[in-house]
């Protein structure tokens, strides 16, 4: 057991938190990472959103750093989780850099680092996924150690995960030896789809008070719909709540690190698969022991950026090579330099909703004005093909009391949200922002334009802006290797692990695309 040599390696540990606080802890700190599946920016109750009630995050909001311009590596989940837990770009991760593929053993992770620094590692819920990393010779899930063995009894609503995350939590803290220090990576499945249609409103939430963003009709089903998604936000944000005061109650609290976020946007239409501000924005507070708090920072970062900051909070910077850029000097001083000038995002393939088993591959640039997305093949339906009919998702959605009319474009997860777009319920506009094929390039002025619906790349007068965003998107991907700048179409080879629709060409679970292979 490596855990009582900690006690020294961690004597410095705190040394750049020393001149905020006259106590410097000599104790390695805990690390709790919280995770929503599919939750967007900025629905929590600290970002000015009363009627979600999330007292979880805003407490570590207010008791740490709250940021309002953090954004994911990839709008999709086991890329997006890849990103995060190695600090790397998903062009640099090869399979890992694309959904419900593989998870290659070179690339480091966080939690390997420090379960070799004698740390307890585990999760709960929903991990690195989907995707296999047995095969690539991992002995376990990059999260770490399973503990999802309890199970609640009784459901929220038929949507709701059953696996019962505080007792799981509380089962991976009993076994850890006396003073060893944790990383617990709390991955709730939750708001992820399937919902129970109309339980938001059941559960007394008022469908007034619904914000309905821009890309979406304003209709009584969709609005219904997120209410759905807020009433999972809100449990999510409850076993997040629950652990914070098992921390308090063993006095761990004050000795914990904790960080949360979610892994990509809201699962509608026009957020969740996409580059758009609703597919790459997430929530994210982080607290930490003697670090700043009631900070907010507007300044771009990304959720690569976590894992050079773990390696800095456990004094370890160079254990592990980062695309990312610690936060340190953001969570320990009033004030900071600027952390960077812009984040850079991208995508390759979601689900199977192509023939060949093709993605979309698009990259973009995030700075404080602009949104810039480049689309590598926008000859390729960007939410999937139209067709065929999937009978596996009308069986699936079976549960959620909301009868799904419309197949195809499987990019989109099915819902009630998209079946009212598909119909061009409002007009046609909503469909063509989720579905239609897009230009190559697309600009979005921010502040003016949070909802990503008015591409302004075409006009004259930011000619100059666009030309500029681009050669600094390309530079970047050039000095990273990026296969589409380089000119390899490995992307496309890749395999997929998870089910494979009837689509033409190439659908073989599991194998390479040895069209791709350069």
């Not at 501000?277 to 994210?284: A, D, F």
């Not at 334009?449 to 100059?464: G, I, M, R, W």
Request: hydrophobic content about 35%.
């Amino acid at each position: 057991m490596k855990a009582k040599s900690l006690l020294g390696l961690f004597l410095m540990t705190f040394t750049l938190l020393s001149c905020q606080s006259e106590v410097v802890s000599k104790k390695a700190p805990n690390i709790l990472i919280a995770i929503a599946d599919d939750h967007s920016y900025p629905h929590a109750g600290v970002y000015g959103f009363p009627e979600i009630q999330t007292p979880g995050f805003d407490y570590i909001a207010q008791n740490g750093v709250l940021f309002h311009n953090a954004f994911v590596a990839a709008p999709q989940c086991s890329p997006s989780r890849a990103a995060i837990l190695t600090g790397k770009n998903i062009w640099e991760l090869e399979e890992a850099g694309t959904h419900a593929s593989n998870f290659p053993s070179k690339f480091k992770v966080f939690t390997e680092v420090l379960e070799e620094q004698g740390y307890f590692v585990g999760y709960t819920g929903k991990p690195w996924g989907p995707g296999n990393w047995q095969i690539t010779g991992r002995k376990q899930n990059p999260a770490g150690k399973e503990f999802n063995h309890h199970k609640l009894t009784e459901t929220l609503t038929e949507g709701i995960h059953p696996n019962n995350y505080i007792k799981n939590f509380k089962d991976f803290f009993s076994q850890r030896a006396q003073g060893q220090p944790f990383v617990f990576w709390y991955g709730a499945y939750e708001p992820h789809r399937v919902y129970e249609y109309g339980t938001g409103l059941k559960a007394g939430k008022s469908i007034e008070a619904v914000e309905v963003p821009e890309f979406l009709p304003d209709t009584e089903v969709v609005r219904n719909d997120v209410l759905d998604y807020v009433l999972e936000i809100e449990y999510f944000d409850s076993h997040l709540e629950q652990m914070i005061q098992f921390l308090r109650e063993k006095g761990e609290l004050e000795n914990t690190f904790i960080v949360v976020t979610a892994d990509n946007g809201m699962p509608f239409p026009y957020a969740k698969a996409n580059l758009q501000e609703y597919g790459t924005h997430v929530p994210l507070a982080i607290a930490m022991p003697h670090g700043e708090k009631g900070k907010v920072v507007n300044d771009p970062v990304g959720l690569i950026d976590l894992a050079p900051t773990l390696m800095d909070l456990v004094n370890l910077p160079t254990a592990m090579k980062t695309t990312g850029k610690s936060l340190m000097p953001i969570l320990s001083q009033k004030e900071h330099p600027i952390h960077r000038e812009f984040v850079l995002t991208g995508r390759e393939r979601h689900t199977h909703a192509r023939p060949d088993n093709l993605g979309y591959p698009a990259r973009a640039i995030r700075t404080q004005e602009y949104l810039y997305v480049y689309n590598f093949m926008p000859d390729r339906w960007p939410a999937g093909d139209p067709v065929p009919v999937n009978q596996e998702n009308d069986k699936r959605n079976k549960m959620t009391g909301f009868k799904l009319l419309y197949p195809g474009y499987h990019d989109v997860d099915p819902s009630p949200s998209k079946d009212v777009v598909m119909a061009k319920e409002g007009g046609d506009a909503y469909f063509d922002w989720a579905f239609s094929k897009r230009s190559a390039r697309q600009l979005y002025l921010i502040e003016n334009d949070p909802y990503c619906t008015h591409n302004v790349a075409q006009l004259k007068e930011y000619n100059a802006v666009v030309e500029e965003l681009h050669q600094k998107l390309m530079n970047a991907l050039y000095i990273q290797g990026d296969p589409r700048v380089t000119g390899n179409p490995v992307f496309d080879s890749y395999p997929r692990y998870s089910p494979m629709r009837n689509f033409p060409g190439f659908r073989q679970r599991g194998k390479y695309n040895r069209t791709f292979v350069k």
